[in-house]
């Protein structure tokens, strides 16, 4: 069942264009990547998600009703943490949560969401001596608080440290087996291919492609098998199609009447994908 569905949604900004005909839906429970190079129209995209920008053209529903139909009740739905935190330095992160949590008529405990996100040790620290880490797990603990259906996260992992980053993408794994939605964006192609169920590439406004990021890797990429062997006493290499290996004649000739090193199957990665689809450099 979807929980968003965007069909030809168009936003200008005078003339600038922000999104141009966009259309794409997300599931329940899976964990949904928005990719693209600068200036493609993913901000664009989820401030429209999250009723910042409300004057777009197109049809957009959450959660089974029309965005213009929702009020105040919506924020109970969705937690947003965009890519610079919003939490006040003059509070401690404990202090922080107690006051974002004053606004929900039902709301997690903020210790628990503390612990969540790995500060329970800093909670009752002042966050104007966080580090840019910390303030961003702090500003992704205050999105969790009412408990979301659907979490809207703009670079979740940006400025994290590898075993900050490996929590995060655990809690959100967590939250995507207890049914949550996560819709991301994100530059990092790593983080998109571990994470996400499904990718959408966002190129001048509009949708080019969307696909499991396994599924793409198979589609766009001709897979080839790898071959190191021994002959006339040095090592040579060649490679050949993945597709009928067991058929291939020179394939079966070079395993037969050499020793070999090594077999290994080469795909492309994501960011070779991104690309190919973008046909731009990554930024
Ligand atoms: N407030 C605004 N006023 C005018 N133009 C804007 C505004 N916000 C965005 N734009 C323009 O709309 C286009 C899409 O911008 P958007 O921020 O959605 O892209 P993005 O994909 O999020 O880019 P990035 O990866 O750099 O964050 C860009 O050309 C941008 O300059």
Redesign the pocket.
């Known amino acids: 069942m979807p929980v968003i569905e965007v069909k030809n949604v168009k936003k200008y900004?005078?003339n600038?264009?922000?999104?141009n005909g966009l259309s794409f839906s997300v599931e329940k429970g899976e964990i949904y990547g928005f990719l693209?190079?600068?200036?493609?129209?993913?901000?664009?995209?989820?401030?429209i998600l999250v009723k910042i920008i409300k004057d777009y053209t197109g049809e957009v529903r959450v959660l089974g009703k029309d965005l213009g139909e929702w009020g105040k009740e919506y924020y109970n739905k969705i937690g947003v943490s965009f890519?610079f935190p919003a939490v006040y330095s003059r509070l401690t992160a404990r202090e922080n949560l107690e006051f974002f949590a004053s606004f929900y008529k039902k709301h997690l405990d903020p210790t628990e969401v503390l612990k969540m996100v790995g500060l329970e040790e800093k909670a009752d620290e002042l966050v104007s001596g966080f580090s840019k880490g910390m303030k961003k797990k702090l500003d992704l603990a205050r999105a969790l608080l009412p408990d979301p259906e659907i979490l809207f996260l703009?670079e979740p992992l940006e400025g994290l440290d590898p075993a900050s980053a490996r929590r995060i993408k655990d809690l959100l794994l967590e939250m995507r087996k207890s049914g949550k939605t996560v819709f991301l964006?994100t530059?990092n192609m790593y983080v998109a291919d571990e994470l996400c169920d499904r990718v959408a590439f966002?190129v001048d406004?509009s949708i080019r492609l969307v696909d499991n990021p396994g599924e793409l890797k198979v589609k766009m990429g001709k897979r080839l098998v790898k071959v190191e062997y021994v002959a006339n006493g040095s090592v040579a290499v060649k490679e050949f199609p993945l597709e009928n290996i067991g058929q291939n004649e020179e394939f079966l000739r070079v395993i037969r009447e050499h020793e070999v090193r090594r077999i290994n199957t080469e795909e492309p990665t994501l960011e070779e994908i991104f690309l190919k689809v973008t046909g731009r450099r990554l930024?």
């Open positions: 900004y005078g600038v264009r922000g999104v693209g190079p600068n200036g493609a129209g993913k901000t664009t995209t989820v401030k890519e703009d964006t530059h966002i406004g930024v």
